[in-house]
């Protein structure tokens, strides 16, 4: 299974917001659209991802005010990306090694979606639950 294939089913709405706003601001349209982490985008350009995770560690845990911290100061701006046509594994894979919960997903410097380790557990489940009912049928002779 591809990105692409996670991105037909899951869809490719993108949401971002831009390094100037407050992390207040971000956390407030991410609670709207009931996500954990939101792409930090200006002049269609990636600059970062922000997450609940960053919030917990960059503003609770050092006492920071998120009404007067700006998304850029706290941002991860190193963000790992992956293609539509990487396959699943390959993302499991980043996910584990650098301990991420979210990849942009670019085709040609354009974002085209962000899937996270939620879709790709629910991927991978999916993709079980189809070679299980194939081997079901193979083994009962077509009669399920």
């Known amino acids: 299974m591809t990105v692409n294939q996670i991105l037909a089913k899951k869809g ?4 971002s917001v831009i390094p100037t706003i407050t992390v207040y601001e971000a956390l407030v349209s991410m ?11 200006e002049d269609n350009v990636l600059k970062g ?7 917990a560690r960059k503003i609770v845990l050092k006492d920071k005010s998120s ?5 850029q100061e706290i941002m991860a701006s190193d963000v790992i990306t992956v293609k539509p046509s990487d396959n699943l594994e390959y993302c499991m894979e ?16 354009t974002i085209v979606g962000l899937i996270s380790i939620g879709d790709v557990v ?11 009912e194939y ?3 193979y083994i009962s002779g077509g009669k399920s």
């Open 12 to 15: 490719k709405e993108i949401y």
């Open 94 to 109: 980043l996910m584990y090694t650098k301990k991420i919960r979210h990849l942009p997903v670019l085709e040609n410097e």
């Open 49 to 55: 991802i922000f997450s609940e995770r960053d919030y």
């Open 135 to 137: 081997l079901d049928s």
């Open 122 to 132: 629910k991927s991978t489940i999916d993709l079980q639950k189809e070679t299980i």
């Open 67 to 71: 009404k007067e911290t700006l998304v």
């Open 31 to 41: 609670s709207e659209k009931n996500i954990g982490a939101i792409l930090v985008v």
